[in-house]
C-alpha cells in the first residue's frame, strides 16, 4: 500500500466527486460538510472544480492539512479540521485506501499542471 495516495476530485452535480478505475469507484461523491472542507483546500486553485489533484496519506507530507478522527457512524467515519474548524463525514469507500481508519488524514489540493 502507498504512503502517500492520489485521486483527482471535481464538482459535478452540486458536489465534489472522483473516479478511481484502479479500485472500482466511479462518480464517488463526497458527502455534506467535506465538500466545504475541499472547497476550502482549493480555494487558491483556479477552475479546482474542473478537477485538480489531492494527495493524502496516514501520515505528515509537506504542505499537507490534518484532518483528525473523530468517531464512526454509518460505516464511514467523521473527521475534524483544527484548522478550518469543520468536521466532514468520510464514506466507507475509504477502506478502498486504508485497511482502518486512520487516527489522523493529511491532505493537500493542488493544481494539475
Known amino acids: 500500500m502507498n504512503q502517500l495516495m492520489v485521486i483527482r476530485p471535481y464538482y459535478d452535480m452540486g458536489c465534489w466527486m ?3 478505475p484502479a479500485v472500482g469507484l ?3 461523491p463526497f458527502v455534506g460538510e467535506v ?3 475541499l472547497d476550502r483546500l482549493t480555494e487558491h486553485i483556479p477552475n479546482a472544480r474542473s478537477g ?3 494527495l493524502f496519506s496516514h501520515a ?3 504542505g499537507s492539512h490534518r484532518m483528525v478522527r473523530v468517531r464512526e457512524e454509518h460505516e464511514g467515519n ?3 479540521s483544527p484548522e478550518m474548524g469543520i468536521q466532514g463525514w468520510i464514506c466507507p469507500a475509504m477502506f478502498k485506501y486504508f485497511e482502518s481508519a ?3 488524514l493529511y491532505v493537500k489540493a493542488e493544481a494539475i499542471d
Open 78 to 80: 467523521w473527521y475534524f
Open 102 to 104: 486512520p487516527a489522523e
Open 18 to 20: 472522483f473516479d478511481d
Open 52 to 54: 485538480c489533484r489531492m
Open 60 to 62: 505528515p507530507f509537506p
Open 26 to 28: 466511479e462518480k464517488e
Open 35 to 37: 465538500n466545504t472542507v
